[in-house]
């Protein structure tokens, strides 16, 4: 191929990714593209596209003997975790970013490791959907943005990114992870500088507590009142920050250390206690420690430089089932739609953030009850509204695929005809509830999408047991069915086979994960 350039892939990444990195390099390329004899992993394209495919994908490792900005962003979160001290990111040198190639998966770079996040997907699949659809310059949508990936990855590719989440501490986080992208690293040096000496050298620190007596008594039940007295105090420190994006940034650091020092058992989805016995002292540490992790990570970013112009960012407290009717998002508006819903009743989400969203003071104690019910996914449910559910699917269940029905009325007639406890009583009511929703938000992201326009969604499996034995929820499957139903064209489902996960929800993994494409005709 003459004036053509070699494209090496990285070696490491998962069958699933290596399909996806052809894709997202035919998209750039226009297909103009063949292999090196011998090897897997290099290819050959014209060299025009080498600097555009430089800052772009998302696989891929180098460009004609040349980093990717993916590998060097990559490299950072290695930089900032093996030696660098914070006071050395800004004047931190390319040589040294990028004598830390990664050899292995690197999800956590940047904004991406600032807050344990259940269910949270990858940044570079976010960046390599966005390739795919071939949407530069657009509105990319989340309509259950979760802990922000895609509004990050969005904005990074210099998109408009809208998106929306009905937990408060989802909201908060997201907007938080985008701003963090402005912040230069001599502000984060600052800022952490500032904030370390409040909390260990100044007497008489600040409360920032301004809670209400029902949030107190609440947190009064969780925490120790010496931990609480110090978690206040930081919360004080923080808001003296002159900089709101740092002093922001630091709150998010305060949130994620909350659940370690509860009486909350960590790697539980639930609110269960288990003993612990933390003083005031650590509790300043472990703070410290987190924050100043994060700064790292953060500031080790922001000093690599930003190739590109970043675009901007919007995020709302909205439901994903209405937020075209509620006018957060226009008709034929969006580009681009990247999402991760709710799995089939798999997480009791407000549930594992409950400690966060009252000390943050996002989501009171007596509304919570309120947005738990409404929560898409939710398996909360008492008698009478099982009852109510139940009707709804008799009325309305037509509206439903057969296939969905099928299971359905499966798991219904099992458990029926079985001595079963509450929870799986519930569950055929929970999952004609859950796919009710599903199919209004698909709706909503038809209506959302401009005509030819991609979604990409990326859901995973779960499995129930009834008295005649084992079901799986084979809600990826399901899903796309209801999206043919709808109208949507070139429906197609691409299995992923996913490593170990090393996060504190390890263990509450769905046993399989897909990734959903339509596109709205």
Not at 365 to 391: A, C, F, S
Not at 478 to 492: M, N, Q, V, W, Y
Request: proline fraction near 4%; charged fraction near 25%.
């Amino acid at each position: 191929m003459s004036g053509a350039t070699t494209f090496r892939m990285k070696s490491y990444i998962q069958p699933f990714e290596r399909v996806l990195a052809m894709r997202e390099l035919n998209a750039l390329v226009g297909g103009n593209v063949s292999p090196v004899a011998g090897s897997e992993d290099i290819w050959v394209a014209p060299a025009t596209y080498a600097n555009a495919a430089r800052q772009r994908l998302a696989y891929w490792e180098a460009i004609g003997g040349t980093l990717t900005d993916q590998v060097r962003r990559e490299a950072t979160a290695l930089v900032a975790r093996n030696g660098m001290s914070l006071a050395e990111a800004p004047s931190l040198s390319q040589e040294r970013i990028e004598r830390k190639i990664p050899r292995s998966r690197c999800l956590r770079y940047g904004p991406h490791g600032i807050h344990e996040y259940r269910g949270k997907f990858f940044p570079q699949l976010v960046k390599a959907l966005i390739n795919v659809a071939d949407v530069h310059d657009g509105v990319v949508l989340d309509p259950m943005c979760g802990s922000g990936t895609t509004p990050v990855e969005a904005i990074c590719a210099g998109n408009r990114a809208v998106g929306l989440d009905m937990n408060p501490l989802s909201v908060f986080v997201s907007r938080v992870k985008c701003h963090s992208l402005r912040l230069s690293s001599v502000e984060i040096v600052e800022g952490y500088e500032a904030l370390q000496f409040r909390i260990t050298k100044e007497d008489g620190r600040l409360s920032a507590a301004k809670r209400s007596a029902a949030d107190q008594a609440y947190l009064a039940d969780w925490f120790s009142a010496d931990v609480l007295n110090e978690l206040d105090s930081i919360s004080g420190a923080i808001e003296q920050l002159s900089n709101r994006a740092v002093s922001e940034l630091f709150k998010v650091s305060l949130s994620n250390i909350i659940r370690r020092v509860s009486y909350q058992k960590e790697e539980d989805l639930r609110v269960r206690r288990e003993p612990k016995q933390v003083s005031a002292p650590e509790v300043r540490a472990i703070f410290l420690e987190e924050a100043l992790r994060s700064a790292k990570m953060v500031a080790a970013d922001a000093a690599r430089g930003i190739t590109g112009e970043i675009g901007q960012a919007e995020i709302f407290n909205g439901d994903a089932r209405s937020f075209v009717t509620d006018e957060i998002v226009g008709e034929k508006a969006v580009d681009l739609v990247i999402t991760s819903p709710p799995y089939a009743t798999a997480l009791p989400y407000l549930d594992t953030d409950r400690l966060s969203l009252s000390y943050l003071g996002l989501l009171t104690r007596p509304e919570h009850r309120k947005r738990d019910v409404d929560m898409i996914g939710n398996r909360e449910i008492t008698d009478r509204l099982r009852r109510q559910q139940w009707e709804r699917y008799l009325e309305e269940g037509r509206h439903l695929p057969q296939q969905v029905r099928a299971l359905i009325d499966k798991i219904e007639c099992e458990n029926a005809n079985g001595a079963v406890g509450f929870r799986r009583r519930n569950l055929g009511a929970l999952l004609a509830t859950y796919f009710f929703d599903m199919r209004s938000v698909l709706l909503e992201i038809q209506r959302a999408l401009k005509p030819g326009s991609q979604a990409f969604l990326v859901v995973g499996n779960n499995r129930t047991k009834t008295p005649a034995g084992e079901v799986e929820i084979r809600t990826s499957e399901l899903l796309l069915t209801i999206a043919a139903s709808l109208g949507f064209a070139d429906c197609e489902r691409i299995e992923m086979e996913m490593p170990h996960s090393r996060d504190i929800f390890r263990e509450n993994r769905t046993p399989s994960e897909h990734i959903l494409s339509m596109r709205r005709q």
